[in-house]
């Protein structure tokens, strides 16, 4: 048995986590288990990623089936992490169509949590996926597609797991010509300019946008990140992964300033480097990768963890729970280490975290403020309309389903072909899908 825990250190389990080194063995694994889950490599935030009885790790399975250089289309096995993959197609001249904000994560888990990026246009990986390879909880293979198996493709793409085992996945790449891009940064005192990014992105292909976690109600101040491609002539790229660890100096440093004032200082400092260069060049790792300077970064937070709330809220909706939260935040003396908005909009059927709006995250240390914030955020959910993101949730609950349409669909949809509840997680059982 092992002792699991996911990325924000806060969920644990005791498991039994199983490495199968082909799909003989894989799918004779699925056909035994009576209650099991695939795992990829545990850098969801909360409890999607675990499993009480039985975690099956794909990590064996990274092989790259075929890559049409010309068209950029790539078949790949769906335990490989994006830093592994990401050396062989940068050198091809190739970039993920849509990243997650870390590259160590497995292709399986970008699928099966139908990650958004900071695409301005298509920002949801299903947008470039071509066909899945999946065995279902009885040990068949099945290939779906958008013209094949369609419900299931749909389902599959932001099921969390719960529809099988994700074998292999066929998308489009995207053409580059360097690994560096243009970026431009815009300051800004309050939200009269929160949409800035809807009118700029015709010009640039992606946008993001911190929020000091320290403002004021009355003066909610930030930066959008704007970035694009550079477009000239193709350049030798030999892209190599770098892994730094958090070390005794960093977790001794955090922990003697209990994070408040560190965080302070830390926000002053990242406000004034952007600030004081509005428009420069930079490495794509330093726009898309920057929380993986460091390989562990988690474990800054301390023995505790920390949880993730990752919200999506309707776009006329959106200023006023930015509001709203800073005043409880002041009231109740609470801060966030990073608060981050990205704008999503996608109308797909089954998916459990779409819509016209605001993708917003604010990490959380787990201390006595937790169930205070726990509070706000679930009571304000219907008077905002927001839905969770399942990937980083630790806290929503089954009464968030009732104001959620598609989950509602999703969740009927779960139980017609997850027969038994025979896949599971720790969130689908908290949330009522698989219990």
């Known amino acids: 048995m092992n002792k699991i825990a996911s990325w924000g250190n806060y969920k644990k389990v005791t498991t039994n986590l199983i490495y199968p080194k082909d799909k003989k063995s894989l799918i004779k694994l699925i056909k035994q288990k009576k209650e099991l889950l695939t795992f990829g490599n545990g850098r969801s935030y909360g409890d999607v990623c675990l499993n009480k009885k ?8 990274k092989r790259i089936i075929s890559f049409d250089k010309k068209k950029g289309i790539i078949d790949v096995e769906s335990g490989i992490l994006m830093s592994e993959l990401l050396p062989i197609i940068l050198k091809n001249n190739f ?4 990243t997650s904000g870390t590259k160590f994560v497995t292709l399986g888990g970008m ?13 949801y990986f299903s947008d470039y996926i071509i066909s899945i390879k999946l065995i279902n909880n009885s040990g068949k293979l099945i290939n779906c597609s ?15 797991g719960l529809t099988g085992t994700i074998l292999s996945v066929k998308f489009r790449l995207k053409k580059i010509y360097s690994t560096k891009l243009i970026k431009k940064n815009i300051y800004f005192r309050n939200l009269n300019n929160l949409y800035d990014f809807d ?9 993001v946008t911190w929020i000091d976690s320290f403002s004021s109600p009355e003066s909610i101040r930030g930066i959008h990140f704007f970035a694009k491609h550079i477009l000239k002539k193709k350049e030798d790229i030999n892209f190599k992964i770098k892994k730094n660890y958090i070390n005794f100096l960093h977790k001794f440093v955090f922990k003697i300033f209990n994070n408040f004032y560190l965080f302070r200082f830390v926000n002053i400092v990242f406000f004034l480097s952007h600030y004081l260069n509005p428009i420069k060049k930079v490495q794509f790792e330093k726009f898309f990768y920057i929380q993986d300077k460091y390989y562990d970064w988690n474990k800054i937070y301390g023995d505790e963890g920390f949880v993730e709330v990752h919200i999506l809220i309707p776009k006329k909706k959106a200023i006023s729970f930015l509001k709203s939260f800073f005043e409880f935040c002041k009231r109740n003396k609470i801060y966030s280490n990073l608060i981050v908005l990205k704008r999503l909009k996608h109308k797909k059927k089954f998916i459990n975290f ?3 709006g605001l993708a917003f995250s604010a990490d959380f240390t787990i201390n006595k403020n937790y169930s205070d914030i726990k509070s706000f955020f679930l009571n304000n959910a219907h ?23 598609n989950f509602i669909k999703f969740k009927k949809e779960i139980k017609k072909i997850n027969k038994n509840n025979k896949i599971s997680s720790l969130l689908s059982d908290r949330t009522g899908i698989t219990s």
């Open 146 to 160: 958008k013209k094949n198996n369609k419900k299931l493709f749909d389902l599959t793409t932001g099921g969390i």
């Open 383 to 405: 008077k905002y309309n927001y839905i969770f993101y399942t990937a980083k949730d630790s806290i929503f609950s089954k009464k968030n389903f009732k104001f959620d349409k």
């Open 111 to 123: 699928v099966a949590n139908n990650i958004h990026g900071k695409n301005v246009v298509k920002n």
């Open 95 to 98: 970039f993920l169509p849509v």
């Open 199 to 207: 009118k700029l992105k015709s010009k640039y292909d992606y946008s």
């Open 54 to 61: 039985n975690l099956i790790s794909l990590r064996n399975f």
């Open 354 to 356: 779409a819509g016209d």
